[in-house]
């Protein structure tokens, strides 16, 4: 992946209503991974909780700064976007959260047009212009921030994980953002990214039914990265003991390495430049920059 490659500025959001999918590592990683190919990439937290902000090494800003999102967005703020934006050594700026996220969602409904701010506030003055890709992190619950987020950066990445509740979560990202905000802007999934995996799919799982159920679907399967990808016919190889050789760990596997790193406030590359999961991510990026999953 280079950038002399002909490629389309992106705003992207990394979204899901469920708590603890590892929206900000996802965001992180996928950010590094496009600085690393030579892009200028901004990254946004619009959660009010602000683990992007913290993991990062920004609590400080986080509590104390002296300009939050509230002042670049809202109509009653003065703030350039430029006053605010962190230059990290990882690969990719940083707008961090701060903790008057929480007065800037109860604000927002006070603006002419609400779902507006982001984008025509930030976004649209930054990219293409000073950025080729922003990237935002999301709250995992519904409301005007995560709104405004994805109407600002309307390719989606879905962060899916092997746990109880996460159909549901995904049925609501669908159902709440997604299906409605369809029918008014150009809203795109441009991946599902299963990660936080470690059982082998050869047993009735979590990890299996999770992997399985969205391969085996016709409209789910064209968003899953390659490597998070599994053949059907390898699910009925294993089940009916056919199959040799290895067996696939297909998404993101859990490891110690994206814990450990966030404790240092790194990035997985800045951490271990040798991790063999940044192969994932690098699959990630070149899935912003063509806009689609390579089938």
Known sequence: MSPQEPHEPKAVATVMLKGGTTKSTITANTAEALGRAGYDVLTVDTDPNGHLTANLGYSDLYYDGDIDLGDIILSEGNAAPSDAIQSTNLGFDLLPASVALESVETRLKNEMQPSLCLKQRLVDPLLGDRYDYILMDTHSSRNALVNNAVVAAPNLLLPLIPEQGINSGLSRTQE???NPLKQKIDLKILAMVPNKLSQRIDHKNEDRRLIER??????LSEYLPQFAHVKPETFDAIDADERRGSLPKPGLRKDSDLND???????LGAFNPENTQLEAFDELAEIVVQGEVSQ
Not at 214 to 219: E, K, Q
């Open 176 to 178: 709440r953002i997604i």
């Open 214 to 219: 969205i391969c085996r679907s016709d409209s």
């Open 261 to 267: 790193s966030f404790k240092q406030n790194k990035t």
